[in-house]
């Protein structure tokens, strides 16, 4: 079986972060798989992540609760699309668990993540991708920090896994 490969970034409709970084790739997909990982990183300080649940399976739920410095907290309901083991996560916030649309409701725009985790010597090249339906929802994420906010949770998450 072949593994498919990430979609190729559009300008115009998605966000792309990318990084290498000196932490080893089973370390950084246990902090993206396990919900009590996921809450300690996820969000960019000082908002947290209160909850977060985790069913790592396509049409599985991925579930978190951002919350505010405070005390506001915002409930995100996603699915997973796809999950190549050690290598790539791809969610969307646009279907539930079970593939069931959802309706949007979030000040975000809806996106689909594709996260990747390739081998790079000792550490990992690794990228994070937002795939928007149109050109106004990225022009939107990216107006609202993408790139500050996923670059802060990024460093967040490298410093935590280099704790596992």
Not at 16 to 36: I, K, S
Not at 69 to 78: A, F, K, R
Not at 132 to 139: A, F, L, M, P, Y
Request: net charge negative; proline share 8%; aromatic share 10%.
């Amino acid at each position: 079986m072949t593994t498919p490969k990430s979609p190729a970034i559009n300008p115009k409709l998605d966000l792309l972060l990318e990084r290498v970084v000196d932490v080893p790739r089973d370390l950084v997909w246990l902090a993206w798989t396990r919900p009590e990982h996921l809450k300690k990183w996820f969000t960019p300080a000082p908002w947290t992540t209160s909850e977060c649940e985790i069913d790592l399976r396509p049409g599985g739920i991925f579930r978190f609760v951002n919350r505010s410095p405070e005390g506001q907290e915002t409930t995100y309901v996603g699915c997973y699309l796809e999950i190549v083991e050690k290598e790539r996560l791809v969610w969307t916030m646009a279907l539930g668990p079970g593939f069931r649309p959802t309706a949007a409701t979030s000040e975000v725009p809806t996106f689909t993540a594709v996260i990747s985790m390739q081998p790079h010597g000792t550490g990992t090249r690794y990228t994070a991708m937002a795939m928007h339906r149109d050109e106004e929802g990225c022009k939107k994420h990216d107006q609202m920090g993408f790139h500050d906010g996923w670059g802060a949770a990024t460093d967040q998450l490298m410093a935590f896994a280099k704790t596992l």
